[in-house]
């Protein structure tokens, strides 16, 4: 009750950035589904927007603030000026952090989590922005779900977004905007997302509805689904609960490179039977008409599902 008047509201309105669009969305809630209002995608030059945790990633502020404004009014949203906003899955750094309960009681807390940042994400705390979650304790050890992304490459974002007059009260990466869509499901059964990125594809595992496997693969196409089948045989390996018993009952993925039957047929290979692929539908998005597909979609979408209580 209290977290009703402490929480920080929403809007009900995102954008998602990514390398080759920007997409503008707004969502209605309908009889427990979600519904697109209004949106629009709008396709960036090549080379526009070069996704990076560590290296500049707009080559041209001038020109991408007129594609971000060219977004927000084909999509009839160019007066609302609250956003959440989704950014290039490349930008960003997840990692679970893993400390010995004792060595966080001798030392300062935050100084202690801000050191082992550093050694996940690769850059001194002081760098990054750092969210971080605290999860479930595995055999004594306490353990955050963490995700970093340079001040540096946050600004060039914000800048662009202040030029315009919006205010990003939310700006976090790709995949924890479509990881929204799973938390909604059942927590008793494990849920993977497989979220396309430049260079690979980032998987995100949720586990008793918690975080519990991060993995950034770098890979071409053609390697893609040899990749995903060996992080399959890792989620067998290690969460196994009896002779053949496995929890793993959904899998989303998000990227035009995916094939639900490839990866169905991938997941029997590995675990023994077939994991249910979703789509927009089974996750309760009613898409669009108008040639939107979920890949454009389900990162600025899940976002603006946080507008609703």
Same mark, same amino acid.
């Given at each position: 009750m209290i977290s009703f008047f $402490? @929480? /920080?509201?929403? /809007? %009900? +309105?995102?954008?998602? +950035? &990514? %390398?080759e669009s920007i997409t503008a969305v707004e969502l209605v809630r309908e009889a427990g589904r979600f519904t697109v209002q209004r949106a629009a995608t709008i396709e960036l030059p090549p080379g526009l927007v070069r996704p990076s945790f560590t290296e500049k990633n707009i080559s041209d502020h001038a020109q991408f603030r007129h594609f971000l404004n060219e977004a927000l009014t084909v999509s009839g949203l160019l007066d609302q000026k609250a956003w959440s906003v989704s950014l290039p899955g490349n930008t960003a750094r997840c990692a679970i952090l893993s400390f010995e309960k004792s060595a966080l009681e001798k030392g300062s807390y935050d100084e202690i989590i801000d050191w082992k940042a550093e050694q996940s994400f690769g850059a001194p705390a002081p760098e990054l922005r750092i969210q971080r979650e605290k999860i479930a304790t595995e055999e004594g050890r306490v353990r955050f779900? *963490? $995700? *970093?992304?340079k001040l540096s490459v946050l600004d060039e974002y914000e800048s662009s977004f202040e030029s315009l007059g919006i205010k990003a009260g939310m700006i976090i990466p790709r995949a924890l905007s479509e990881l929204k869509w799973l938390y909604a499901g059942n927590a008793f059964v494990d849920s993977l997302l497989i979220s396309s990125q430049d260079d690979g594809f980032t998987a995100l595992l949720l586990h008793d509805g918690e975080p519990a496997v991060v993995r950034s693969v770098t890979c071409t196409p053609s390697e893609q689904d040899d990749e995903i089948f060996r992080l399959l045989m890792f989620y067998r @390996? %290690?969460? *196994? &609960?009896? &002779?053949g018993e496995f929890r793993l009952g959904r899998m989303m993925s998000v990227g035009r490179t995916?094939? /639900?039957?490839?990866?169905r047929e991938i997941s029997a290979e590995a675990l023994g039977s077939p994991v249910d692929v979703l789509s927009a539908e089974d996750v309760g998005l009613s898409m669009p008409q108008g040639g939107f597909d979920f890949h454009d979609l389900a990162a600025p979408a899940g976002l603006a599902t946080f507008g609703f209580r």
């Amino acid at each position: 009750m209290i977290s009703f008047f $402490t @929480d /920080p509201r929403f /809007p %009900r +309105i995102a954008l998602g +950035i &990514e %390398r080759e669009s920007i997409t503008a969305v707004e969502l209605v809630r309908e009889a427990g589904r979600f519904t697109v209002q209004r949106a629009a995608t709008i396709e960036l030059p090549p080379g526009l927007v070069r996704p990076s945790f560590t290296e500049k990633n707009i080559s041209d502020h001038a020109q991408f603030r007129h594609f971000l404004n060219e977004a927000l009014t084909v999509s009839g949203l160019l007066d609302q000026k609250a956003w959440s906003v989704s950014l290039p899955g490349n930008t960003a750094r997840c990692a679970i952090l893993s400390f010995e309960k004792s060595a966080l009681e001798k030392g300062s807390y935050d100084e202690i989590i801000d050191w082992k940042a550093e050694q996940s994400f690769g850059a001194p705390a002081p760098e990054l922005r750092i969210q971080r979650e605290k999860i479930a304790t595995e055999e004594g050890r306490v353990r955050f779900f *963490a $995700t *970093a992304v340079k001040l540096s490459v946050l600004d060039e974002y914000e800048s662009s977004f202040e030029s315009l007059g919006i205010k990003a009260g939310m700006i976090i990466p790709r995949a924890l905007s479509e990881l929204k869509w799973l938390y909604a499901g059942n927590a008793f059964v494990d849920s993977l997302l497989i979220s396309s990125q430049d260079d690979g594809f980032t998987a995100l595992l949720l586990h008793d509805g918690e975080p519990a496997v991060v993995r950034s693969v770098t890979c071409t196409p053609s390697e893609q689904d040899d990749e995903i089948f060996r992080l399959l045989m890792f989620y067998r @390996d %290690r969460f *196994a &609960e009896g &002779e053949g018993e496995f929890r793993l009952g959904r899998m989303m993925s998000v990227g035009r490179t995916f094939v /639900p039957a490839k990866l169905r047929e991938i997941s029997a290979e590995a675990l023994g039977s077939p994991v249910d692929v979703l789509s927009a539908e089974d996750v309760g998005l009613s898409m669009p008409q108008g040639g939107f597909d979920f890949h454009d979609l389900a990162a600025p979408a899940g976002l603006a599902t946080f507008g609703f209580r």
